[in-house]
């Protein structure tokens, strides 16, 4: 007998990633269709997208610009080696990205995800190093509350506490700096005014260990998944200024907050602060095809190329660099955005998501809300002996009543695609308050 359209016939084989399996398998929430700003949930309900699926679907689900790339590349190339040899869509989507971020984040090196992009980013701020003549630049400093993937580097450089706690030590040395999180900036509306002493915390883990060991320091501009943590003003300017000073490199994480999720290209265009290095993936693709990116500066570059003898200069890669069906779905991602101006409808529309979620608080177990761009947290106080319950049960009710949201602990994160619309945003809050009211 053929199972129910949406739910396999055996749940046991598939080993979820991040997730309560047993729970889950128990009562499963699946999806089986996208377009636009909805899924489809296995019983034929609309599902409205309050987290761009995994903060990765900016520009709105199976955009056909994206579908029908994807569809003639596979077509006419569906793979070619990047190793000793090449396909032209890499080299235009490379000098796309180099002229859509920063002035001075020229090269761009492919990768598969995130999680292999931070992890590539550490591994050339070492061959940067190296090649200076200064290979005894091996530490790393990463920060408290830092999400960079799941990869061994990206684990030791996270700060946290579950990620780290069986593998955080196989890369070393490594170091954190204090998370920017402070309970007086509770509520705040963008970035916090309080807490720009804080970047005075690297000046003191490069001081412990002397800059002449420290390689690169790695940060979220905005700490997305341990729940929308936002600098303080002047904050990541006063990073900068300590990395200039102590000749380390600075790499933002901006695999959440890159390609338009705070109404700009990049946080690094938004704050006016540009890294050294910067990984980027999700809304790369429209999260349509998997791919990941590491941008650098042409002095990071032209050091590591210009540096080595004949042959190889970098051993590094991965056999999906730079696929021919990830180039396509990015091209034509990146034409979608730029047609349909949607960084542009973003920043237009943040003040009114700033105020519709706001607007929640006073609401049962709120203790703070924060918000930036179209991105946000709301925080509830948790249950006593139960930490994170309260948020995921509001997780299970927010699917039950037809929005999809994220948790993380007692924090509900949103970060809806960019193309959606005023009385959509209305829809999100107005079922989310419904929700927040039924928690015990």
Not at 27 to 36: L, Y
Not at 43 to 69: F, K, M, S, Y
Not at 269 to 280: C, E, I, K, N
Request: proline share 6%; with cysteine; glycine share 10%.
């Amino acid at each position: 007998m053929d199972a129910p359209i949406g739910r396999p016939n055996d749940l046991s084989a598939f080993w979820m990633p991040y997730t309560a399996n047993r729970a889950f398998k128990e009562a499963p929430r699946m999806v089986v269709a996208a377009k636009d700003m909805h899924y489809t949930a296995g019983d034929g309900r609309p599902i409205l997208d309050g987290t761009a699926g995994l903060w990765c679907v900016n520009a709105g689900h199976a955009r056909p610009r994206v579908v029908e790339a994807i569809r003639r590349q596979a077509e006419a190339l569906d793979f070619a080696p990047t190793f000793q040899f090449g396909h032209p869509s890499a080299f235009t989507l490379a000098s796309r990205l180099a002229d859509m971020f920063p002035i001075g984040l020229d090269h761009a090196f492919f990768t598969n995800s995130g999680s292999e992009a931070v992890d590539t980013a550490l591994k050339i701020a070492l061959a940067y190093h190296r090649a200076r003549g200064e290979g005894q630049r091996t530490r790393l400093i990463g920060r408290e509350r830092g999400y960079h993937g799941s990869g061994f580097g990206g684990t030791a450089v996270g700060g946290i506490v579950k990620n780290r706690m069986h593998y955080g030590a196989a890369v070393q040395p490594v170091d954190h700096i204090c998370h920017t999180h402070l309970p007086e900036n509770a509520f705040s509306r963008g970035c916090p005014a309080n807490g720009a002493e804080l970047a005075e915390d690297l000046a003191r883990r490069i001081a412990l260990h002397d800059a002449s060991n420290v390689a690169a320091v790695i940060i979220e501009p905005v700490a997305g998944s341990t729940g929308v943590l936002l600098p303080p003003e002047g904050y990541l300017a006063r990073v900068r200024e300590i990395c200039d000073q102590a000749g380390i490199l600075l790499i933002f994480d901006e695999v959440i907050t890159g390609f338009g999720r705070l109404g700009t290209p990049s946080a690094a265009d938004y704050f006016g602060v540009t890294p050294d290095l910067m990984t980027l993936a999700k809304g790369l693709t429209n999260a349509a095809v998997p791919m990941g990116a590491v941008m650098t500066t042409g002095a990071v570059h032209d050091t590591v190329v210009n540096g080595a003898p004949a042959g190889i200069e970098l051993f590094h890669g991965y056999t999906y660099s730079g696929h021919p069906l990830a180039c396509a779905a990015a091209l034509a991602t990146l034409d979608t955005y730029t047609e349909e101006d949607l960084f542009l409808r973003a920043s237009r529309l943040a003040p009114f998501w700033e105020e519709r979620i706001h607007a929640l608080r006073g609401r049962p177990n709120v203790i703070d809300i924060r918000n930036l761009g179209l991105v946000g947290a709301i925080e509830l106080s948790p249950r006593p002996g139960a930490p994170g319950a309260r948020a995921y049960e509001a997780m299970v009710r927010a699917f039950d009543e037809g929005i999809m949201i994220r948790v993380t602990g007692d924090i509900i994160a949103l970060s809806p695609p960019l193309i959606i619309t005023e009385a959509q945003v209305d829809e999100l809050f107005g079922t989310l308050e419904r929700v927040l009211d039924a928690l015990p």
